[in-house]
């Protein structure tokens, strides 16, 4: 059980049977009466969030949540194939839990999924990946007054914004938590 004072911005408690994690928080001490504790929280499950306000005296349950560093191995039609390097248990995780993670995935990536009472409900994937353009248009002379963008196509299917110096075969930087361009990575 945690106390109220206990809580944070990303920690994880069960609201309701629910596996929850805290994405907002603030201490509220209005001029008379008992401190509260106001927390956006948003379902592990289900993906909703929902505002929360707990009294100094309430007790929050812990889940049964735990994470766990897998290998992405591959796609079998209907599950993602993730593999535990030290035990080469594979572990199935359906596309409900990873969302728009998919796009993102490549083979031998090192995720952290995130499991509910032995059931995978989400992956952690690293901040950056490394992907090579595929296609995209070449860039116009001249056409460098301001920060211009054009569309690629990367390897996954993904469709990012670039610079006009981007060409195909480049390799560039994805951040995975926003879906745009970092940069070019040198060879």
Do not use: W
Not at 169 to 179: F, L, M, P, S
């Amino acid at each position: 059980m945690y106390s109220v004072s206990d809580l944070k911005k990303g920690l994880k408690i069960e609201v309701d049977g629910q596996p929850c994690e805290i994405v907002e928080f603030q201490f509220v001490k209005p001029g008379k009466g008992q401190a509260l504790y106001r927390c956006k929280i948003r379902n592990l499950l289900s993906g909703g969030t929902v505002e929360k306000t707990f009294r100094a005296a309430d007790k929050i349950d812990e889940t049964n949540c735990f994470e766990k560093a897998l290998t992405y191995s591959y796609h079998d039609g209907n599950n993602y194939v993730f593999m535990d390097d030290d035990t080469y248990e594979q572990v199935l995780v359906g596309a409900d839990a990873l969302g728009d993670s998919v796009k993102y995935l490549q083979e031998d990536m090192q995720v952290k999924v995130l499991f509910h009472n032995d059931r995978a409900i989400g992956v952690t994937l690293p901040n950056f990946i490394e992907t090579v353009i595929l296609e995209t248009e070449p860039g116009a002379r001249g056409d460098t007054a301001t920060n211009v963008l054009k569309p690629a196509k990367v390897e996954g299917g993904l469709e990012i914004a670039v610079p006009l110096f981007v060409k195909e075969g480049d390799r560039v930087r994805i951040d995975t938590r926003t879906g745009d361009y970092a940069d070019r990575v040198k060879s």
